[in-house]
């Protein structure tokens, strides 16, 4: 009977107005599924992002959890249980997208999406080290990871005849960097 009220019993019944992202998205979870419910949390609610929910439209499946729907123009949506949250396509990839506000105005940068879109459970440092890998020169720009003034900037375009360099991930830029200096 003690066994059956403790599993009954949810996390926010335990911990009452906590500041943490992670606990406040886990507060409805009961005790019992715990380790389950964290390695299902995705990484975007454990760096405290957020998520667009998309209400009130007509889903049409696409893929797995996966959906469309038309506002104005073709929209998609992932299911995280029994609601739906914004999407975008990379690729023939779909991704949740993430932003730094509750009111889901400003995007996270490339990175924390890229991170952000794993789960706890699948999250670790091979993964890390993948999402890095694969980023563009101009991802690793855009979240401040590198940074080269105007001047570089132009060199570079000389260098490479045009901005291509900047769609390269940064082990094939630095290869190709290397290839273009004098022996």
């Known amino acids: 009977a003690f066994n059956d009220t403790i599993n009954q019993i949810t996390l926010g019944e335990v911990l009452s107005n906590t500041d943490s992202a992670m606990l406040s998205a886990l507060q409805d979870t009961k005790l019992s599924d715990i380790g389950t419910a964290i390695d299902n949390l995705y990484m975007g609610t454990a760096l405290g992002l957020y998520r ?3 209400t009130g439209k007509d889903m049409t499946p696409v893929s797995g959890d996966v959906y469309s729907y038309n506002d104005g123009s073709v929209k998609y949506a992932i299911k995280d249980g029994t609601k739906y949250y914004s999407a975008q396509q990379n690729g023939g990839e779909y991704s949740l997208v993430w932003y730094t506000d509750a009111d889901c105005q400003t995007p996270a940068n490339s990175l924390n999406q890229k991170i952000a879109n794993n789960k706890l459970g699948n999250l670790n440092s091979k993964t890390i080290e993948n999402i890095v ?6 991802e690793m720009m ?3 990871v590198l940074s080269f003034d105007d001047n570089t900037q132009s060199k570079l375009n000389s260098l490479f005849g045009g901005d291509s360099w900047k769609t390269l991930a940064i082990g094939e830029f630095i290869n190709q ?3 273009k200096l004098p022996s």
Not at 133 to 138: E, R
């Open 177 to 179: 960097l290397i290839g």
């Open 133 to 138: 890998k694969a980023m563009t020169v101009q």
């Open 52 to 54: 667009l929910e998309i």
């Open 142 to 144: 855009d979240c401040e």
